[in-house]
């Protein structure tokens, strides 16, 4: 079955920015883990868009921890 990258990777990148892990992310877009994995491989923009997203959202995490005394 062929994936349509061009609309998947974005609903991924989207996917990891909300705080889901690679596999939920993947299950949400209806690819494999694997394929999402190949994909970042061979995509290097992709990979570091997936990084930044995954960092974004903790960084968001961390802020919005109660603040300690």
Same mark, same amino acid.
């Given at each position: 079955?062929?994936?349509?990258?061009?609309?998947?990777?974005?609903?991924?990148?989207?996917?990891?920015?909300?705080?889901?892990?690679?596999?939920? %992310? =993947?299950?949400? !877009?209806?690819? @494999?883990?694997?394929? *999402?994995? +190949?994909?970042? &491989?061979?995509?290097? /923009?992709?990979? %570091? =868009?997936?990084? !930044?997203?995954? @960092?974004?959202?903790? *960084?968001? +995490?961390?802020? &919005?921890?109660?603040? /300690?005394?």
């Amino acid at each position: 079955m062929a994936h349509n990258r061009v609309e998947l990777k974005p609903k991924l990148v989207a996917a990891r920015r909300a705080g889901q892990t690679l596999a939920e %992310a =993947a299950a949400g !877009a209806g690819v @494999h883990v694997a394929t *999402v994995c +190949r994909w970042q &491989a061979a995509d290097p /923009r992709f990979a %570091a =868009a997936m990084r !930044a997203a995954d @960092h974004a959202r903790r *960084v968001e +995490r961390y802020a &919005a921890r109660p603040a /300690r005394r």
